[in-house]
């Protein structure tokens, strides 16, 4: 029992229940000096949730080291934590490689709990009329979804930075291992933020909270705003940490060309969110403002602008899709070359491609307000500046068939799943210009085809990317591998009965089904689309719960794998599984190219012999 | 040699500063005399290129590394300048943004403030940043005594700043938050501001106590530069704001 209330995470929920009180308690106190009514539930709940987020830190124990530091105390540079086994896991560790387990794990919860609000709606969706859902409830469950995934999304992005950028780049750790482990455990009381809307009135406006909406939902949107503007500074410092890591901690001779592509995805993906991310935080405290203090800026009766939301909104919430899948499209570059045994094709062309979206994805953000009444000179240029996506994108999609062309490609489960995210981002981008398109998108805006076209783009530039990346390094974390029939199994579980389900959006999307929206009209006659995307969203759920499971059993009793297991060149697969606590023993050297697979002779890093 | 090179040291800090206060004197007095807002965008990108360049030692960002062993403290160090640019680099978007949610939401209006006031605690945050500049050269000389003195003027004066503006300016100022488009701008740019000088001032607070128990020396002081590049920030953000909240446009109803 008392080994139990000494994990971090144990504490750190327990103080967060205790700063929430206290919050909570002082703000009342506060009105009651000040004369006005002392309770007033909403300014109590917000500035509750934002001390017991601080609490929880602090019982978390990731401020110790900063405390100790302000007080003029010394703090150990490095760390052994291997003793404690099991329990690092729950607590502040400062290992990168727990950090990145960790996030990963984060990611999984936050992502079955979104998925569970899609399978929710979705039963309600499979016919006309309400059958077991309030329209506040489909409403709540619907903008859940969005929102829980895009921050399931965040972490297991940071979860894959975290876990292979140091190792990428032979590193030790991360620059700021501190900073890293603060980062992580910010965005766990985020999330629990987020999820208490639910029990505190849900809110009504999809993931993307515009107001005038917002400023009317009940308190839930207070708690969207809140969890979202600090998961938001938990992926800034997360970036941060990573753009700094891969400036300052590469191995001896590796020049920036010869960076393995996902460390170049990371520093684009990072600059994004290092930047952009302020604006949607920003945008929310408006809000948040708005709602507590009464100030106007989003209110047109006192002089404000609600199109400025969208403004700033969009500023990050577009190039927060490149967030989402420049690491998946980094992920296919990386591992293709590895089952097509053949060299990465125009390897300087990708690794630029992916700074090339990053930078242009900071001029598109118009393209989400064609029918929003946003100025109408701005239309067109967003529209080609949006198309323009495209270039880069391609030559993304050159490069890998170029890899597989001839390539002596080989089918082993994390294969199939880059394969599927290749089809299923084709079929994303694809759909993306008639979205981009002025012309069309006022005919497409907020239909279900944009559901399907981004749904279409998370699965290809996340989901089959990420999922591969985990069968595939799973066994560097426990040095053991994911069982191959299950992994299959989940395979062809999920990718039929997605693809399904995304062109059956965009179907019925065409045929006039709005999104966000609980009930629909049967005259429309696509109750029978409806009914097969049900049953195709749970055959996806079927597939991640066949994942899950062969999770759990392989952890414990999967095939030992310690060595090479796909007979990599990259360098974290020249030392045996699992990685030991500071990485690399001997520190190596790049001497080569990192992805000329099947050419003999090239040797891409040398370990040095002795030190 | 070292004599020389200290002094003028903290004469070139001297006349930034004079060039920074003649131009918001000009600043000032070209606002009341014809309201061009281009020259007040200009203004306050040459003070911010001054700041940047000779308070801040943004250069130090390109210096090549001297000790290529990655645990030295020389390597640290740049890598935790970097760390650190690239903080205030985000940060930038936040205030970004309020300037152009200003704009967007304003124009070329302002709202009614009390001139004497602003350029009060302009002057006073001004200031401050000459006397953390002195307290960062001090400490670089390892003169303990003297880098207590003047950080300890910064804090004061960083204190002050905040009484002007929380303290007096929201009492005088003729609107509520929640009044007119005008107060909502005001309120949340003077309150972000804010709260970043109060950041700013707890941490200078927590460098001068360290310091003052010689933990830090000529060598070695991350912590002072990192709390000083901070405060010059926050005063660089003010040099934006100032303009855009008591002198860019006519007066609003």
Known sequence: MRKFFSLGLVRGLLWQILGTAIGIGILTGIRQLLGLAPWKPEPAMVFGALLGAMFFLYGVGVLNDWIRVAAGKEIQEHIDETGLGWRRYFGASLDHKVIGIQYLTLSLVLMVVGGTFALIFRSELATTGMQFLTLMEYNTLMSLHGIVMIVGILVGIAAFMNYLVPMLIGARDMSFPRLNAFAFWLAVPAGIILLSSLVLGGFDTGWTGYPPLSVRAPIGMQMFFLGISLAGFSTILGSLNIIVTIIRQRAPGMIPFRMPIFVWASIATSIISLTATQLIGLSFQMVMFERLFGMGFFDPGKGGNPILFQHLFWFYSHPAVYVFVLPGLGLISEMLPVFARKPLFGYKWVAISSIAIALIGFLVWGHHMFASGMAEYLRVPFMYSTLLVAVPTGVKFFSWLGTLWRGKITYETPMLFLLAGIVVFLLGGLTGPPNATISTDLHLTDTYFIVGHFHDTMFGGYVFPFFAAIYYWFPKMTGRRLNEKLGKLHFWLMTPAFIVLSLAMMRVGMLGMRRRIGDYDPELNFVIDHKIMTVAAFIIALGVLVFLINVFWSIRKGEVATGNLWNSRSPEWQVPSPMPMHNYEKPFEVVGEPYDYGLPGSVYVKFKESE | ?253
Do not use: C
């Not at chain 2, 004497?116 to 002057?123: D, E, H, I, M, P």
């Open chain 2, 1 to 253: 040699m070292e004599h020389q090179h200290k002094s003028s040291a903290l004469l070139l800090g001297l006349l930034v500063f004079g060039a920074l206060a003649v131009l918001t004197a000009v600043e000032f007095v070209f606002a009341l005399k014809i309201n061009l807002w281009q020259f007040l965008v200009l203004i306050p990108l040459i003070k911010a290129g001054l700041v940047l360049y000779y308070y801040m030692h943004i250069s130090r960002l390109f210096e090549a590394d001297l000790d290529a062993n990655h645990e030295s403290y020389a390597y640290k160090l740049l890598t935790n300048r970097i760390g650190l640019w690239l903080f205030l680099l985000s940060d930038a978007f936040i205030f970004g943004g309020l300037l152009l949610s200003r704009i967007n939401l304003l124009g070329l209006m302002r709202p009614d403030l009390n001139q004497v006031l602003g350029l009060a605690v302009t002057s006073i945050l001004l200031i401050s940043s000459f006397f953390a500049n002195r307290a960062e050269i001090l400490m670089e000389f390892g003169e303990r005594k003297q880098f207590i003195l003047n950080i300890s003027i910064t804090i004061g004066l960083g204190i002050l700043f905040l009484v002007g503006v929380v303290g007096v300016e929201w009492r005088l100022a003729p609107f509520g938050p929640a009044d007119s488009i005008q107060g909502a701008i005001f309120y949340v740019m003077t309150g972000f501001h804010a709260f970043h000088v109060l950041t700013g001032v707890i941490f200078l607070t927590i460098v001068l106590r360290n310091g003052s128990r010689g933990l830090y020396s000529a060598e070695k002081h991350w912590a002072v530069e990192a709390s000083v590049v901070y405060w010059h920030f926050v005063d660089v953000v003010w040099f934006f704001f100032y303009p855009a909240l008591y002198l860019i446009g006519t007066l609003a109803k």
